[in-house]
């Protein structure tokens, strides 16, 4: 089985000239979903790892499992206006617009360490929103996982010194 070929391309979406890569095929697709877990629970197991973090909202549906399969507690970050309590926030911006991020304020610590997880990683924009916000709790972050890299889009620069792994490349 190719979990590639559960992601499907959907082109001008959610713009033109955008070509969406989504994954909801792969995620209803029982040994799919399986195989695409077990690649970043292979890849993370045996590491000394406190904390998954997912991004909003694609990185939740891959990081709790991530987190489950490593014994690792999972953290959301979260679009504006979800978080209940006391948040940090930190805008960024999209290929295709600008966005902000936020996460609990007592959420992480000092030297906690933590697997930052999405879905794709385009611009590197979100993840490197995420990484600044992690880095003002003090969180040491252990690696970048995404499913899927546009690698055109050059993300992993925005994301330099840390590990970046992604298992799916266009």
């Known amino acids: 089985m190719s979990i590639e070929s559960l992601i499907r391309a959907i082109p001008d979406f959610p713009l033109p000239g955008i070509l969406f890569r989504d994954i909801t095929p792969l995620l209803k697709d029982a040994r799919g979903f399986r195989a695409a877990i077990d690649l970043f629970v292979d890849r993370y197991k045996g590491r000394d790892i406190g904390h998954v973090v997912g991004i909003e909202a694609r990185g939740y549906m891959l990081g709790a499992p991530l987190a489950y399969g490593i014994g690792a507690g999972f953290i959301p970050v979260r679009k504006p ?90």
């Open 81 to 170: 206006g979800k978080l209940p309590y006391s948040k940090l926030s930190e805008s960024y911006a999209l290929e295709y617009g600008t966005n902000s991020l936020e996460i609990h304020a007592d959420a992480l610590g000092d030297g906690d360490r933590v697997i930052v997880i999405d879905d794709l990683l385009a611009t590197g924009g979100t993840a490197a929103a995420t990484r600044r916000l992690l880095e003002r709790l003090g969180a040491t972050i252990e690696s970048f996982a995404f499913l899927i890299e546009l690698e055109a889009l050059k993300g992993r620069d925005a994301l330099p010194d840390v590990e970046v792994v992604s298992f799916i490349k266009y």
